[in-house]
Nanobody, 120 residues
Framework: QVQLVESGGGLVQAGGSLRLSCAASRSTFSIGAMAWFRQAPGKQRELVATITRGGSTNYADFVKGRFTISRDNAKNTMYLQMNSLKPEDTAVYYC??????????????WGQGTQVTVSS
């Protein structure tokens, strides 16, 4: 079992930056792919970015060039650096992980979520 705990959310003005962290309860060397999802009020949860155990990344089109996903396996932590934030980025952001090397094979672990609010 793996517990994931997000932190770093908050209120920021449009154009600002935030960095989210996701701390895992065991070594991320033993975890496969990880990802960030988000869910805005009244909308479905959507995939934001993914990162494999080896560090290969993929991004949703709506965050390309603005967000950067990374992981530090020595610290058992994944990050999401969010720059040039827009009001439409407002959502609860969730950390997710799987023991496989692709989140598209299914998510096994979820964090509790952290709120990001971007004011205009």
């Amino acid at each position: 079992q793996v517990q994931l705990v997000e932190s770093g959310g908050g209120l920021v003005q449009a154009g600002g930056s935030l960095r989210l962290s996701c701390a895992a309860s065991r070594s991320t060397f033993s975890i496969g792919a990880m990802a960030w999802f988000r869910q805005a009020p009244g909308k479905q949860r959507e995939l934001v970015a993914t990162i494999t155990r080896g560090g290969s990344t993929n991004y949703a089109d709506f965050v390309k060039g603005r967000f950067t996903i990374s992981r530090d396996n020595a610290k058992n932590t994944m990050y999401l650096q969010m720059n040039s934030l827009k009001p439409e980025d407002t959502a609860v952001y969730y950390c997710a992980a799987t023991t496989s090397n692709s989140v598209f094979l299914g998510i096994e672990y979820w964090g509790q979520g952290t709120q990001v609010t971007v004011s205009s």
